[in-house]
């Protein structure tokens, strides 16, 4: 079946420091790609997407781009800061538009 | 202001309970699901609404079970059957399928003595 495979966490940064959250899936058909953001004690919130290869996704300084070649969607940012601080879920479409596959989340640490 | 209400944020109970977790919405969005969070495992989705009277299992269905008999209701029962029913549930909402954007509730903690 599908799935999302996320490096593990926590990564720690210093501010201002360039950030890379790695991402890989599988699936079948072609998936729409997402980056989630929860911070501690809410719900998620999108930070962004992309629908088809190629595509960038970009929101507040993020972004990540839909590489069909390695089946993957990693999440950059140039500078990070400590408001940041969050855990980052990727995650996939099912292909069938039924559902979000996620993959475990990544917790980012950003020190000042 | 549109959004998803869960409540309570936190809610205690007894083994052997039934317990039900409420999940409003406003948005006038034709999907609502529910998630389980468990720490290091990301997501994972219970049940799932597309249309009012209509919800299909999702991949941890069981000693769960929703209803869907309002568009912007979708309350999530825990039954006693869930044999590890302490979590952080989430509730969300899209306009149609998966492919749109869900909007997430703030959640609600379950915790089972």
């Known amino acids: 079946g599908d799935s999302v495979t996320q490096m593990e966490g926590p990564v720690t940064l210093s501010e201002e420091a360039f950030l890379t959250i790695n991402c890989t899936y599988t699936a079948t058909g072609y998936p729409s790609l997402f980056w989630y953001v929860q911070y501690p004690g809410e719900g998620l919130q999108l930070l962004l997407k992309?629908?088809?290869?190629?595509d960038k996704g970009s929101n507040k300084g993020f972004e990540a781009t839909y590489r069909k070649e390695t089946t993957s969607f990693h999440l950059e940012k140039g500078s990070v800061q400590v408001s940041d601080s969050a855990v980052y879920f990727c995650a996939l479409s099912d292909g069938y538009g039924n559902k979000l596959v996620f993959g475990a989340g990544t917790i980012l640490r950003v020190k000042s | 202001d549109g959004g998803i209400t869960q409540s309570p944020k936190y809610l205690f109970r007894k083994e052997g309970q039934n317990v039900t977790l409420s999940c409003e919405q406003n948005l006038n969005h034709d999907a609502m699901y529910w998630y389980r969070q468990d720490p290091g495992q990301g997501l994972r989705l219970i049940y799932y609404?597309?249309?009012?009277?209509?919800?299909q299992k999702g991949d941890i269905a069981e000693g769960y079970s929703v209803s869907r008999e309002k568009k912007e209701s979708f309350p999530l029962t825990v039954t006693s059957a869930q044999k590890n029913p302490t979590a952080f549930y989430l509730c969300a909402s899209s306009i149609g399928q998966a492919d749109y954007e869900q909007y997430f509730g703030p959640g609600t903690r379950l915790t089972v003595t």
């Open positions: 992309a629908t088809k290869a190629d």
């Open positions: 609404s597309q249309i009012v009277n209509d919800f």
